[in-house]
């Protein structure tokens, strides 16, 4: 392969991992700015959230595109190639992390009007913080292509399952105690849920990368 060649390769490597980066900061703040929205009870910050949604599309449409344009004129192998099919699978995981953004402020808009005990939205504050410092580990590990990072990532998503199963059983006592507390609590518990699949997500990248860098998925590794 020519050096005009490789470098034109790299160009679009670059390229590719760069568009993940900015699609995964648009992600990332649409989760942060909806949870912030639905504990803050602010309707136009919620709806200025789900209407973000288009520029997510936008750039998972244009890395689609990018990345069947360069296997068409590259014709990569190995690593490369992984590198390539990793940058669609992680726009996948990063459109569906948008659109649970857009699901949690669409719970602040079903809120409008109630009030709600401070209490809960500490705890799901608490939940926001643990979820969106992951997705950033795994942003961070997808650019570095770190792969011990990677493992840190999956390895801590045991932490959010355990403090959505702690709000779950918290929520559900205050569903019990007083039926007025149901619609607030269910719109939370829903919001919690969708912030414990964005840590899926997140693992679902930790496990991609993984396997760009050793080839090797991590369904035989103890962890």
């Known amino acids: 392969m020519s050096d005009h060649i490789v470098t034109s390769y790299d160009d679009d490597l670059r390229e590719l991992t760069g568009r993940i980066a900015e699609m995964g900061g648009h992600a990332e703040r649409m989760v942060e700015e909806?949870?912030?929205?639905?504990?803050?009870?602010?309707?136009?910050?919620?709806?200025?959230?789900?209407?973000?949604?288009?520029?997510?599309?936008?750039?998972?449409?244009?890395?689609?595109?990018k990345a069947v344009l360069t296997i068409a004129r590259r014709q990569p192998m190995a690593q490369d190639l992984r590198h390539i099919v990793a940058a669609l699978r992680i726009s996948i995981d990063l459109e569906r992390v948008a659109d649970?953004?857009?699901n949690i402020a669409r719970n602040a808009l079903a809120l409008e009007g109630r009030s709600q005990p401070k209490q809960l939205t500490h705890g799901l504050e608490h939940m926001a913080e643990i979820t969106l410092d992951q997705l950033r580990m795994v942003l961070d590990a997808y650019t570095a292509l770190d792969e011990n990072a990677a493992l840190a990532v999956v390895q801590k998503d045991k932490d959010i399952d355990a403090i959505y199963n702690s709000l779950f059983r918290e929520f559900l006592t205050y569903m019990m105690e007083d039926p007025r507390?149901?619609?607030?609590?269910?719109?939370?518990?829903?919001?919690?849920?969708?912030?414990?699949?964005v840590g899926d997500h997140a693992t679902n990248i930790a496990e991609t990368i993984y396997y760009v860098k050793t080839g090797v998925t991590l369904e035989n590794r103890t962890l």
């Not at 200025?48 to 595109?65: C, F, P, S, V, Y």
């Not at 507390?181 to 699949?197: D, V, Y």
């Open 34 to 65: 909806a949870v912030s929205a639905l504990v803050r009870k602010d309707l136009d910050a919620a709806q200025a959230t789900i209407e973000k949604d288009q520029i997510i599309n936008k750039l998972d449409q244009e890395i689609e595109e």
């Open 181 to 197: 507390n149901i619609t607030f609590c269910t719109n939370f518990l829903f919001a919690a849920k969708h912030l414990e699949r």
């Open 100 to 102: 649970l953004g857009k």
